[in-house]
T-cell receptor, first 113, second 113 residues
Framework: EAGVAQSPRYKIIEKRQSVAFWCNPI?????LYWYQQILGQGPKLLIQ????????DSQLPKDRFSAERLKGVDSTLKIQPAKLEDSAVYLC???????????FGSGTRLTVV | GEDVEQSLFLSVREGDSSVINCTYT??????LYWYKQEPGAGLQLLTY?????DMKQDQRLTVLLNKKDKHLSLRIADTQTGDSAIYFC?????????????FGQGTTLQVKP
């Protein structure tokens, strides 16, 4: 089966600019996650979707981050405006259902200068 | 609370066994995972263990779980240079049971020829 697709692979922006990341999960996977991985740390959950509904967004900085999952398939994560501390790898993952094993995408590496 | 701790670095010689250790705080964790991350890549699920098991073996990988001490270990037999990567321990806390993964900070495994 095809894996989790993410784009772009790399993005460099200036602080206060906006950026968007895209994720296409494995077909049929109901649960989709966005994780933020800062260099030298483990990934941390930003938001979890079950189909097109939000299950957990308690760690999402809602003043600048937003995410949506249209029709329960693809998802976009947006940062507006970006700060230097947003420099990280943004990982998307999907699973058939909650508590199943995840499949991760290759991630988008964001550098904010 | 939810917290996963790992040692940061391990260096071994090719052919030796590697043991990567992890401690977690949520005694009600249902699933415990080991992920591998190579440079510039996403997270690859290596193996997982249910909380009602003590040991799981999968080819060169052996996972040991000590629930009393909340300690998880990953043993890699006959370590190869291709095993050089960052290894993450992760748990799904039972609390809320949304499937959110809590990751440790990762252990960098260096394999010397």
């Amino acid at each position: 089966e095809a894996g989790v697709a993410q784009s772009p692979r790399y993005k460099i922006i200036e602080k206060r600019q906006s950026v968007a990341f895209w994720c296409n999960p494995i077909s049929g996977h109901a649960t989709l996650y966005w994780y933020q991985q800062i260099l030298g740390q483990g990934p941390k959950l930003l938001i979890q979707f079950q189909n097109n509904g939000v299950v957990d967004d308690s760690q999402l900085p809602k003043d600048r981050f937003s995410a949506e999952r249209l029709k329960g398939v693809d998802s976009t994560l947006k940062i507006q405006p970006a700060k230097l501390e947003d420099s990280a790898v943004y990982l998307c993952a999907s699973s058939p259902r909650e508590t199943s094993g995840y499949t991760f995408g290759s991630g988008t590496r964001l550098t904010v200068v | 609370g939810e917290d996963v701790e790992q040692s940061l670095f391990l260096s071994v010689r090719e052919g030796d066994s590697s043991v990567i250790n992890c401690t977690y705080t949520d005694s009600s964790s249902t699933y415990l995972y080991w992920y591998k991350q190579e440079p510039g890549a996403g997270l690859q699920l290596l193996t997982y263990i249910f909380s009602n098991m003590d040991m799981k073996q999968d080819q060169r990988l052996t996972v040991l779980l000590n629930k009393k001490d909340k300690h998880l270990s990953l043993r890699i037999a006959d370590t190869q240079t291709g095993d050089s990567a960052i290894y993450f321990c992760a748990e799904i806390p039972f609390t809320g049971n949304t499937g959110k993964l809590i990751f440790g900070q990762g252990t960098t495994l260096q394999v010397k020829p």
